[in-house]
C-alpha cells in the first residue's frame, strides 16, 4: 500500500437534522421511540415536522457527525453520501465542506428529496430520531471513488446503511476496495442493523474478516450476538474483530484488543442538554488518536472527552475547540 493521503474516509447517510424539544407527552402521544430512532416515509415525516415546535436545522448522519468532528481536530477527512439536487442537499454540502470535510459525491435529481431526521429532545436530555432517509438510501457503489477510499488510512462505514440493498452493496464494494488497497476498516453499528434480516449478512461480513475496529453499544452488541450476558456477547465478536470499542453512556467505555481489555469512565459534563450524536463523537476522537499513534486507552479517553462536549448542547456537532479539550 502506498502511503494514505487521507486519515479517515466514511460512508454513511447523508441527513439534515431538524431538531426542536419537546415534553414527555409529545413523544408518547406521537407513538416515538423515546431515545430510540425510527424510519419514516415522505408523508410521514411531513406530519410529524409540522406537530413539531420551533426546529434548528444542521447537517447531520452519524458517519458524517464523526467526520465533521474528526476533521474539528486536525484530521485530513473526506465522507460520501448521497443527497439529492435540492435546497438541503446544498446545505448538506456545504456544511460539510465549509468544516473542512473533502465531500464530491454527485447528488441525483430529486425525488427522493435529501434525507432528514427529526430529531425531538425531551427534557430529560434523550433525543428521539425519526428518520427519513430519502436520497440517502439511493447510494449506489458506482457513486464510490476507489481512488478515494484506498488513499486513506481508515476506511469507516455507517450501519444505518446496511439495511436497505443499494447502499448495503456500496459497502460491501468499499470493503472489497479497501481489502485490497489496505485501509483498516471500522464499523460503527446502529440498532437498525441488528435487526432480523440484516443481523444473519453483518454477522457473515464480519465472520469473514471484513471488520478491523467494531463501534456499539451495550444494547447493539447483545442484539448482533443474540446472547443475554455482555460479556458472552464480547467473547463471540472478540474472536472475529481485532478490536472492539463499546460505548456504555454514563458509565464510561470499554475497548478490547489482542485479549486486553480497558475501560475508562465517562468524561465528567455539567449537564447533559441532548445526547444526539454522543456515539457519533466518542468514533470521532477515538479515531483521532488512534490515527495519530495513541494506545487503547487514550483512544477511548479522547471519544469520551469528545462525547462529553456534543452532549453538553443541542446538535451533534462541536461548539469547542475539540483539539484543546482532548490534546491532540
Known sequence: ???ASLDIVAIGDAL?????????????????????????????????????????????GSAANSMASAAALGLAVAFVGQVADDQLGEIFGHDMRSLGVRFETAPLASPPPTGRCLIVVTP??????????????????EALDEKLIASASVLMLEGYLWGPELPRRALMRAIE????????????LSESVCLPGRREALTQMIGSGGV?????????????????ELGNALGLLAAKVGTLVITRGPKGALGLHKG?????????????VDTTGA?????????AARCRGRDLKSSLEAGAICAAEIISHFGARPETDLRELTGL
Open 1 to 3: 500500500m502506498t502511503s
Open 16 to 60: 439534515v437534522d431538524v431538531i426542536a424539544t419537546a415534553d414527555d407527552s409529545f413523544v408518547e402521544h406521537r407513538g416515538l421511540p423515546k431515545g430510540g430512532m425510527q424510519l419514516l416515509t415522505t408523508d410521514q415525516a411531513d406530519e410529524l415536522y409540522a406537530a413539531m415546535g420551533p426546529a434548528r436545522e444542521i447537517s447531520g
Open 124 to 141: 430529560d436530555g434523550q433525543r428521539t430520531m425519526n428518520t427519513c432517509p430519502g436520497a440517502s438510501h439511493r447510494l449506489s457503489p
Open 177 to 188: 476496495i479497501a481489502r485490497g488497497s489496505g485501509p483498516e476498516i471500522a464499523f460503527t
Open 212 to 228: 478491523d475496529l467494531l463501534f456499539m453499544n451495550e444494547h447493539e452488541a447483545l442484539q448482533l450476538t443474540g446472547e443475554r
Open 260 to 272: 486486553t481489555t480497558i475501560e475508562v469512565a465517562a468524561a465528567p459534563v455539567e449537564q447533559v
Open 279 to 287: 456515539g457519533d463523537l466518542f468514533a470521532a476522537g477515538f479515531l
